[in-house]
Nanobody, 121 residues
Framework: QVQLVESGGGLVQAGGSLRLSCAAS??????????MGWYRQAPGKQRELVAA???????NYADSVKGRFTISRDNAKNTVYLQMNSLKVEDTAVYYC?????????????WGQGTQVTVSS
């Protein structure tokens, strides 16, 4: 069983930056062999994938965040990060991470509590 703890969210003005972290614990040996993704869920909307990173470090991004967000990982710390720059009001959501299959999109672990990001105009 793996536990995920997201942190780093907060209230920021449009144009600002935040860096989110997601630490995995429990069956940590599984972290390094899993692709990871950052997801977000805004009120009244479905959870969506915003960024993903493979075990080899290849990344992909949703069109809405491309050029503004950067995903990275530190396998030694069992942690994945999301650097968010040039934030927009529409980025407001609860952000989550999870391990995922890059082909099917299936997620592997239980969701954490997420971290709230609120961008004000």
């Amino acid at each position: 069983q793996v536990q995920l703890v997201e942190s780093g969210g907060g209230l920021v003005q449009a144009g600002g930056s935040l860096r989110l972290s997601c630490a995995a614990s429990g069956s940590i040996i599984r972290f390094s062999i899993r692709a990871m993704g950052w997801y977000r869920q805004a009120p009244g909307k479905q959870r969506e994938l915003v960024a993903a990173i493979t075990t080899g470090g290849s990344t992909n991004y949703a069109d809405s965040v491309k050029g503004r967000f950067t995903i990275s990982r530190d396998n030694a710390k069992n942690t994945v990060y999301l650097q968010m720059n040039s934030l927009k009001v529409e980025d407001t959501a609860v952000y989550y991470c999870n391990a995922r299959d890059m082909g099917s999109g299936v997620t592997y672990w239980s969701w954490g509590q997420g971290t709230q990001v609120t961008v004000s105009s």
